[in-house]
């Protein structure tokens, strides 16, 4: 159990230092929109997901309802529970009900792709790659938290594009290789223009699920994912 441990904190020290730099982002615009240093480290602590966060402060700014909040969460996380389905088929024997829910809190883009790479995960192996890069995320909230109510509006905000950046690096390399998440995000971004200037009557939280839905339905329709090409991922 130690040894796996162990072995998880080394493999999400990489992790732990990227989660660093872009909870800073973070943890700027949260103080930005009104909310406390210990409400940013709070929200960090409780829901490993940036998009998911970035949306639900701005909700939380904006003061939308608690539906629009948990349709927010649930449309921009879902992936999560995919990522969930596919890591199952590598536990080994000791993951019991109770440690695959306590591990699920910890699958992120990137916790999910060390620990798929693996030959066999073991409940201890997921505590210690979720520790530790949780522990990155968490303290960069609050650096960035904090140096945003101490540097001036200028230096902070130049800063919080940071986790922006995260979003474009995530999407740009995909989007040059399929020609689908291409027009995914070209439709997401020209609804989003929509409804951040002609229909303002409708709230962020409820543009995000309808930006999302929309954009993913068009492409799953126009650009299937062959059935071959699904058999290999």
Same mark, same amino acid.
């Given at each position: 159990?130690?040894?796996?441990?162990?072995?998880?904190i080394?493999? %999400?020290?990489?992790?732990?230092? /990227?989660?660093?730099?872009?909870?800073? +982002?973070f943890?700027?615009?949260? &103080?930005?929109? %009104?909310?406390s240093?210990?409400?940013?480290?709070?929200?960090s602590l409780t829901?490993?997901?940036?998009?998911?966060?970035?949306?639900?402060?701005?909700?939380?700014?904006a003061?939308?309802?608690?539906?629009?909040?948990?349709l927010?969460?649930l449309?921009?996380?879902?992936?999560?529970?995919l990522?969930?389905?596919?890591?199952?088929?590598k536990?080994?024997?000791?993951?019991?009900?109770?440690?695959?829910?306590?591990?699920?809190? /910890?699958?992120?883009?990137e916790?999910?792709?060390?620990?798929v790479?693996?030959?066999?995960?073991? @409940?201890f192996y997921m505590?210690g790659?979720?520790?530790?890069?949780?522990?990155?995320?968490?303290f960069?909230?609050f650096l960035?938290?904090?140096?945003g109510?101490?540097?001036?509006?200028?230096?902070?905000?130049?800063? +919080?594009?940071v986790?922006?950046?995260?979003?474009l690096?995530?999407?740009?390399?995909?989007?040059?290789k399929?020609k689908?998440?291409?027009?995914?995000?070209?439709?997401?971004?020209?609804?989003?223009?929509v409804?951040?200037?002609?229909?303002?009557?409708?709230? +962020?939280?409820?543009a995000?699920?309808?930006?999302? &839905?929309?954009s993913?339905?068009v492409?799953?329709?126009?650009? @299937?994912?062959?059935?071959?090409?699904?058999?290999?991922?």
């Amino acid at each position: 159990m130690k040894n796996d441990f162990l072995k998880g904190i080394r493999d %999400g020290i990489p992790i732990c230092f /990227g989660y660093l730099s872009v909870s800073f +982002g973070f943890g700027i615009l949260a &103080v930005g929109l %009104g909310l406390s240093i210990l409400s940013a480290v709070g929200i960090s602590l409780t829901n490993l997901t940036s998009a998911g966060q970035v949306a639900g402060v701005g909700i939380i700014a904006a003061g939308g309802s608690l539906l629009e909040m948990a349709l927010t969460q649930l449309v921009i996380n879902i992936r999560y529970s995919l990522m969930g389905i596919s890591l199952s088929q590598k536990l080994d024997g000791s993951f019991n009900t109770m440690h695959r829910m306590i591990a699920s809190f /910890g699958i992120t883009d990137e916790i999910f792709a060390v620990a798929v790479s693996q030959k066999s995960v073991s @409940p201890f192996y997921m505590y210690g790659l979720t520790a530790i890069s949780a522990s990155g995320w968490v303290f960069g909230t609050f650096l960035g938290a904090a140096a945003g109510n101490i540097l001036p509006p200028s230096l902070s905000g130049a800063m +919080g594009i940071v986790l922006y950046g995260m979003f474009l690096a995530i999407i740009i390399p995909p989007a040059k290789k399929e020609k689908g998440v291409l027009v995914a995000v070209l439709i997401a971004v020209f609804l989003s223009t929509v409804f951040e200037f002609v229909l303002k009557s409708v709230s +962020g939280g409820f543009a995000i699920i309808i930006c999302s &839905v929309i954009s993913a339905a068009v492409c799953a329709a126009v650009f @299937p994912v062959p059935e071959e090409k699904e058999a290999e991922e």
